[in-house]
């Protein structure tokens, strides 16, 4: 039997988990001296609100191995597979604590780790593409492979509403040239080789949504795509860009989501943005 792990980086539309049997361990957030589990007893809706009342923006930090020992042997029994896909390992070590888990394991069973190079939607869609490849017979190796061909073709560009959280976080590169030239901008932000870059500063709200589709649609053209559309407590924002994309782009799958907490507390409320890969070729 195969078991689909992934963390709490990755977005998914509610009834995915249950739907594509993906199991989510969660992100450790750490408000003052309280810790909480993403999704467990931190809801996003008690996060932005938890944030709001007292001004902090929490820190976040992978599952420890010893969380990722025990996840695993929760889920699975001896002899089973197991698909550990996460957070890109350029931003996150979270990678790094599944691997030292499956190491511990190793003779229990056949863990499988993968760094999706991805985060948000990215990593949701990897997942349910590798259930339903599971469930039309593929064997782990396939599956391996077709992720390194989304991992290596997929684009996620996301327009920030507020510099405040990326700041704050450290997690996007180039952003203190961003800050120290111009303060009331909207970034355009672009996951490349497993990094966040800032790749261009626009004026406007609505500038930067429209430069998101044109970067989007710059690099796929009419390919094929599973697209998803993900936003940060904006779902205007993202019922926006939904009609944007929707004519503008040959689509196979379509959806929205927001974005997880993790994410989120590194980006901001606000943030919007496509996440989009080629559909496979029969």
Same mark, same amino acid.
């Given at each position: 039997?195969?078991?689909?792990?992934?963390?709490?980086?990755?977005?998914?539309?509610?009834?995915?988990?249950?739907?594509?049997?993906?199991?989510?361990?969660?992100?450790?957030?750490?408000?003052?001296?309280?810790?909480?589990?993403?999704?467990?007893?931190?809801?996003?809706?008690?996060?932005?609100?938890?944030?709001?009342?007292?001004?902090?923006?929490?820190?976040?930090?992978?599952?420890?191995?010893?969380?990722?020992?025990?996840?695993?042997?929760?889920?699975?029994?001896?002899?089973?597979?197991?698909?550990?896909?996460?957070?890109?390992?350029?931003?996150?070590?979270?990678?790094?604590?599944?691997?030292?888990?499956?190491?511990?394991?190793?003779?229990?069973?056949?863990?499988?780790?993968?760094?999706?190079?991805?985060?948000?939607?990215?990593?949701?869609?990897?997942?349910?593409?590798?259930?339903?490849?599971?469930?039309?017979?593929?064997?782990? =190796?396939? &599956?391996?492979?077709?992720?390194?061909?989304?991992?290596?073709?997929? !684009?996620? @560009?996301? #327009?920030? /509403?507020?510099?405040?959280?990326?700041?704050?976080?450290?997690?996007?590169?180039?952003?203190?040239?961003?800050?120290?030239?111009?303060?009331?901008?909207?970034?355009?932000?672009?996951?490349?080789?497993?990094?966040?870059?800032?790749?261009?500063?626009?004026?406007?709200?609505?500038?930067?949504?429209?430069?998101?589709? =044109?970067? &989007?649609?710059?690099?796929?053209?009419?390919?094929?795509?599973?697209? !998803?559309? @993900?936003? #940060?407590? /904006?779902?205007?924002?993202?019922?926006?860009?939904?009609?944007?994309?929707?004519?503008?782009?040959?689509?196979?799958?379509?959806?929205?989501?927001?974005?997880?907490?993790?994410?989120?507390?590194?980006?901001?409320?606000?943030?919007?943005?496509?996440?989009?890969?080629?559909?496979?070729?029969?």
């Amino acid at each position: 039997m195969l078991h689909i792990v992934t963390d709490g980086a990755g977005d998914m539309p509610p009834g995915w988990e249950q739907e594509y049997d993906i199991h989510v361990i969660p992100i450790n957030i750490h408000f003052g001296e309280k810790t909480y589990l993403q999704g467990v007893d931190l809801s996003n809706e008690d996060f932005y609100r938890l944030v709001d009342e007292s001004g902090v923006i929490p820190k976040t930090s992978q599952p420890s191995p010893h969380q990722f020992k025990e996840f695993y042997e929760r889920i699975a029994k001896v002899g089973d597979t197991i698909l550990s896909l996460h957070i890109t390992s350029k931003l996150s070590g979270t990678l790094d604590s599944a691997i030292a888990a499956a190491r511990d394991l190793a003779g229990k069973f056949n863990i499988v780790t993968f760094d999706s190079a991805s985060g948000s939607a990215g990593q949701g869609m990897m997942c349910r593409e590798a259930r339903l490849m599971d469930r039309a017979g593929a064997g782990i =190796e396939k &599956i391996v492979k077709r992720m390194e061909a989304i991992r290596d073709t997929s !684009a996620i @560009v996301l #327009a920030l /509403d507020t510099l405040e959280y990326a700041r704050m976080s450290g997690r996007v590169k180039t952003l203190q040239a961003a800050l120290a030239s111009v303060l009331n901008v909207k970034p355009i932000v672009i996951l490349q080789e497993g990094v966040l870059n800032m790749a261009e500063k626009i004026r406007t709200r609505r500038a930067s949504i429209d430069r998101v589709v =044109e970067i &989007i649609k710059e690099q796929f053209g009419d390919t094929l795509l599973n697209m !998803a559309v @993900v936003h #940060a407590r /904006d779902p205007e924002a993202g019922q926006s860009m939904l009609k944007l994309v929707r004519g503008q782009f040959n689509i196979k799958d379509l959806i929205m989501t927001d974005l997880s907490i993790s994410v989120a507390a590194n980006l901001g409320p606000g943030t919007v943005g496509l996440v989009a890969y080629p559909v496979e070729q029969v």
